[in-house]
């Protein structure tokens, strides 16, 4: 079956210290990748995505992910994270051949100042 | 411009009633997705539209759920007879269509059953 996991429930970093957000999946063929984020009660709203080209990808609000092709994981990161990024965070992907996307279950990030 | 609009936000029904949930997609946006987001869970697909045309229901849980799109804008999600297991955020999304394009969310309507 078709899945994405996030193996990490919550990260916790320090204001001004990098953040990295773990994502791994297992589909078929080569999908897109997509990270979003969702603030208390709120919809997801759209960071970055992977479709082809370059491993490492620059998003919204400083964000960017890095799509490893061997290990399947296409990690979140920020150099240096803002008390603001807390907030829940999705990796989702998305089949060549279908049209909805996989979403994992969330990690929720907690920058402290 | 204008995102995603789904409205009622929040809407508490009695087992057994009848619920409608609307989305207003982004002007432009010709493909419609519905997904169904349980307490502390990511969002599960449930249905799909391009323009009017439904191609894709695998996701919907049952045959209580119907989805429409008469006119390739607003959508309506409806739940018949519902159940406590309903209780979700329904959530809206709309893109330009294409693959690779991504999703825009509206903000969901939280559905609680009671």
């Known amino acids: 079956a078709q899945s994405v996991a996030q193996p990490e429930d919550q990260v916790n970093v320090a204001e001004g210290n990098p953040l990295t957000v773990k994502c791994t999946y297992s589909?078929?063929?080569?999908?897109?990748l997509f990270w979003y984020v969702q603030y208390p009660n709120r919809g997801l709203q759209f960071l970055l995505k992977?479709?082809?080209?370059?491993?490492l990808v620059k998003g919204s609000y400083g964000f960017e992910a890095e799509f490893n092709k061997s290990q399947t994981s296409f990690h979140l990161k920020k150099p240096s994270a803002l008390v603001s990024d807390s907030a829940l965070y999705f990796c989702?992907?998305?089949?060549?051949?279908?049209?909805?996307?996989?979403f994992g279950k969330g990690t929720t990030l907690s920058v402290s100042s | 411009g204008a995102g995603v609009s789904q409205s009622p936000r929040y809407k508490v029904a009695k087992r057994g009633q009848d619920v409608a949930l609307r989305c207003d997609p982004i002007?432009?946006?010709?493909?419609l997705f519905w997904y169904q987001q349980a307490l502390g869970q990511g969002p599960e697909f449930l249905t799909y539209?391009?323009?009017?045309?439904?191609?894709?229901k695998s996701g919907l849980p049952s045959d209580r759920f119907f989805a429409e799109r008469p006119e390739g804008s607003v959508s309506t999600l409806k739940i018949q007879r519902t159940q406590q297991e309903d209780s979700a955020v329904y959530l809206c999304?709309?893109?330009?269509?294409?693959?690779?394009?991504?999703?825009?969310f509206g903000d969901g309507t939280r559905l609680s059953i009671l």
């Open positions: 999304a709309s893109s330009l269509g294409g693959t690779n394009q991504p999703q825009h």
């Open positions: 589909v078929s063929g080569n999908p897109y």
């Open positions: 992977y479709i082809t080209g370059d491993n």
């Open positions: 989702a992907v998305r089949p060549v051949a279908g049209t909805a996307l996989i």
């Open positions: 002007s432009g946006h010709v493909s």
């Open positions: 539209f391009q323009n009017e045309a439904q191609l894709d």
